[in-house]
T-cell receptor, first 114, second 116 residues
Framework: EAQVTQNPRYLITVTGKKLTVTCSQNMNHEYMSWYRQDPGLGLRQIYYSMNVEVTDKGDVPEGYKVSRKEKRNFPLILESPSPNQTSLYFC?????????????FGPGTRLTVL | AQTVTQSQPEMSVQEAETVTLSCTYDTSESDYYLFWYKQPPSRQMILVIRQEAYKQQNATENRFSVNFQKAAKSFSLKISDSQLGDAAMYFCAYSDNAGNNRKLIWGLGTSLAVNP
């Protein structure tokens, strides 16, 4: 089954404790992206990657890191989480060449930083 | 900068009836794509329908159809024969091919309730 998976689905942590949210897709997509969803602010892009070893900042990259060592994986790293990073996070993937620009989403990760 | 506006925070419809959700957008690009995504209580983001700007024909997917008015920059979603399972948040989104980023730009959503 074609899908994007994220782990964990739910996470409660404390300020400053490094964490990683994993994202994996099995559709051989070149493009991957992270979004965060907040009430009243909608979905905003954090980082994106056009292919292996090619990543770039989105609209709200502060406090986040990413890596793309393999085509299928695109982990989101919070080196020192803060309460303002409490949010619902989505990983998405899509084709790299100009096409429908359709993106397929993972199930989301609900993160709470105390 | 591109923007997407959904002016209806909440809508409701009777089961089996038809409802239309509104979306307007702003862009100076000529090559772009528009989407409607559904987010049920599970929070999963599900693609409902997409429209390519260069296509004049409105997209249709079963009970879902759009009214794409390019000059007016309007992209509404019509749900026919509404079902209880259609209750969800609906997001309008935009993407273009300017640069490498396939970023989706989102509206703030419309919460749709379906009454039995």
């Amino acid at each position: 089954e074609a899908q994007v998976t994220q782990n964990p689905r739910y996470l409660i942590t404390v300020t400053g404790k490094k964490l990683t949210v994993t994202c994996s897709q099995n559709m051989n997509h070149e493009y991957m992206s992270w979004y965060r969803q907040d009430p009243g602010l909608g979905l905003r892009q954090i980082y994106y990657s056009m292919n292996v070893e090619v990543t770039d900042k989105g609209d709200v990259p502060e406090g986040y890191k990413v890596s793309r060592k393999e085509k299928r994986n695109f982990p989101l790293i919070l080196e020192s989480p803060s309460p303002n990073q409490t949010s619902l996070y989505f990983c998405a993937s899509g084709y790299g060449i100009p096409s429908y620009n359709e993106q397929f989403f993972g199930p989301g990760t609900r993160l709470t930083v105390l | 900068a591109q923007t997407v506006t959904q002016s209806q925070p909440e809508m409701s419809v009777q089961e089996a009836e038809t409802v239309t959700l509104s979306c307007t957008y702003d862009t100076s690009e000529s090559d772009y794509y528009l989407f409607w995504y559904k987010q049920p209580p599970s929070r999963q983001m599900i693609l409902v329908i997409r429209q390519e700007a260069y296509k004049q024909q409105n997209a249709t997917e079963n009970r879902f159809s759009v009214n794409f008015q390019k000059a007016a920059k309007s992209f509404s979603l019509k749900i026919s024969d509404s079902q209880l399972g259609d209750a969800a948040m609906y997001f309008c989104a935009y993407s273009d091919n300017a640069g490498n980023n396939r970023k989706l730009i989102w509206g703030l959503g419309t919460s749709l309730a379906v009454n039995p």
